[in-house]
């Protein structure tokens, strides 16, 4: 069966993902979130954010890097040319589910692909200077939300935020 695509990511109020400088935001909990969701699970990343997250992965997990470099060969995982190419590998290998990590422009090329969103919401806006990476538009015409869990301001955390999964509303069948 082909896997379930889920995207990941944490953003601002203008889905921003990152400045020059990298993400803007410290928040522990987002953090320990995010490594719950991908543990064990087949990992679709862009070649800029596998670079960044060295030493990351744990050995349950399989990160496909997406990449135009012929014979690019990450250690751990493996280079992909599309994201239909990663899809068919994952259920090649019987998951149900292939998560993409990011950054901006894997988020950008999978979207069309995704079937759920995991979003956490950050309620501030950053400063995005001159080089900011964001998240690609969410829109209400084809998403719905499903949950959402609310995150408040404390000492270790500067900013609310919540966590939100949406889910690709069903198509109308033609003619409807
Ligand atoms: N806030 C968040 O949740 C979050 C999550 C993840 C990442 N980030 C941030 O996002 C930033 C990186 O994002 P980014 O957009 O600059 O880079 P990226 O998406 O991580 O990686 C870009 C690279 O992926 C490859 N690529 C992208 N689309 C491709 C396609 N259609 N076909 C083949 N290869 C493709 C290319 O690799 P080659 O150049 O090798 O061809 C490209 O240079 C970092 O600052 C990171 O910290 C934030």
Redesign the pocket.
Known sequence: MKPELTLI???DENLL??TAQ??PWKLPDDVAHFRAYCAGKWLL??????E?MTGWFKPDQHPLV????CG?DPKPGSGV??VPQALALAEASGQEELVC???????A?AMANATRLVVTRIRHTFEPGDRP?YFPHISGDTWDEERRQEHPVDDRHAWPFAFVEYVRRAEKPQGA
């Open positions: 990511a944490a953003v993902l990152a990298g993400i990343l862009g070649r800029r954010t596998f960044e997406l990449t135009s470099a690019y040319a599309s990590i990011g950054g901006g422009q894997v988020f090329t990476v």
